[in-house]
């Protein structure tokens, strides 16, 4: 988790370095390209392409400075670390997801063959929280169902614990992010209203600068906010559905338990 973390934050100051050194080299060459021979149609396309990404960039980047770092800072951290987080839960999540119609098969199969330790093995072999709530079960089995199906409640409220770790961060930077633009667009409001007194006047370039400021910081919260919104639903989408695979399965799970006891 911190590695990634510290690796998405090099990243997003190494590209924000490279976008900048970038423009530069750019700038430098325009002007010996205008004394240089007309050239064929298709490298000129190729660079006006670069020029058009170069300028965006530029553009991203004047924005960012004409919104204030003091107050645009502090919304890329919220942004990246918010990333950072999701993108973690998403391949965890991922990673945890079970087939858990298979997995029922096969414990059917060694109960039949080897009883419950032949199962223990199966489960122990299987990754994901359905699985280790499949072993926790079966290792209450000696001591009847009803232990077994305690044992799986109190088991899967841990498991569901360790699905939802992370989220309250992600909902955090959801919240502080949008609330960092509006805290920049009230001192960008302020600077302009100082403005306008200290001139003695409310022409357009006087509140030009401090409305610049409001606006930017507050597009710049929207963004991180809708972004981050994104990511958490479908987060909290992907645990849902974790959670009732987790109950079904238990419950097929002890239906196999009922019916290998009958069996005997």
């Given at each position: 988790?911190?590695?990634l ?9 190494l590209?924000f ?5 970038y ?8 002007p010996a ?6 050239v064929?149609?298709?490298?000129v396309?190729?660079a ?9 960039h530029?553009q ?5 400075i004409?919104?204030?770092p003091?107050?645009?800072?502090p919304?890329l951290i ?9 993108i ?13 119609k298979k997995l ?5 199969d060694a ?5 419950i ?10 990754k994901?929280?359905?699985a280790s709530i ?18 799986i ?5 841990v498991e ?8 309250i961060?992600v ?6 992010g949008?609330m960092?633009g509006f805290?920049?667009t ?6 302009a209203?100082?403005?306008?007194e200290?001139?003695?006047?409310i ?7 401090g409305?610049?400021t409001a ?5 710049g919260?929207?963004i991180?906010?809708?972004v981050?919104q ?6 909290v989408?992907?645990i849902d ?5 987790m109950?079904?399965?238990?419950i ?6 009922v019916?290998?006891?009958?069996s005997k």
């Amino acid at each position: 988790m911190k590695k990634l973390v510290s690796i998405l934050a090099l990243t997003g100051v190494l590209a924000f370095g490279a976008s900048k050194t970038y423009a530069q080299d750019t700038t430098t060459v325009a002007p010996a390209t205008e004394e240089v021979a007309p050239v064929v149609d298709e490298p000129v396309a190729d660079a006006a392409m670069e020029e058009e990404s170069a300028g965006f960039h530029q553009q991203i980047k004047d924005k960012f400075i004409e919104g204030g770092p003091p107050f645009m800072w502090p919304i890329l951290i919220c942004l990246i670390l918010g990333l950072a987080i999701s993108i973690e839960r998403i391949i965890t999540l991922n990673l945890a997801t079970t087939n858990t119609k298979k997995l029922l098969g096969q414990i059917e199969d060694a109960l039949a063959k080897g009883g419950i330790e032949a199962a223990k093995d199966v489960t122990k072999n299987t990754k994901g929280p359905v699985a280790s709530i499949f072993t926790q079960g079966l290792m209450r089995s000696s001591e009847g169902i009803e232990m077994v199906e305690k044992s799986i409640v109190s088991y899967g409220g841990v498991e569901m614990a360790r699905l939802e770790k992370g989220l309250i961060w992600v909902s955090l930077f959801i919240s502080l992010g949008p609330m960092l633009g509006f805290f920049g667009t009230v001192i960008g409001m302020v600077n302009a209203f100082d403005a306008i007194e200290a001139a003695g006047d409310i022409s357009p370039q006087v509140v030009a600068g401090g409305m610049k400021t409001a606006l930017i910081t507050t597009v710049g919260g929207l963004i991180v906010g809708m972004v981050l919104q994104t990511l958490y639903n479908y987060l909290v989408s992907k645990i849902d559905s974790l959670v009732n695979a987790m109950e079904d399965a238990s419950i097929s799970l002890v239906d196999i338990l009922v019916k290998h006891k009958l069996s005997k």
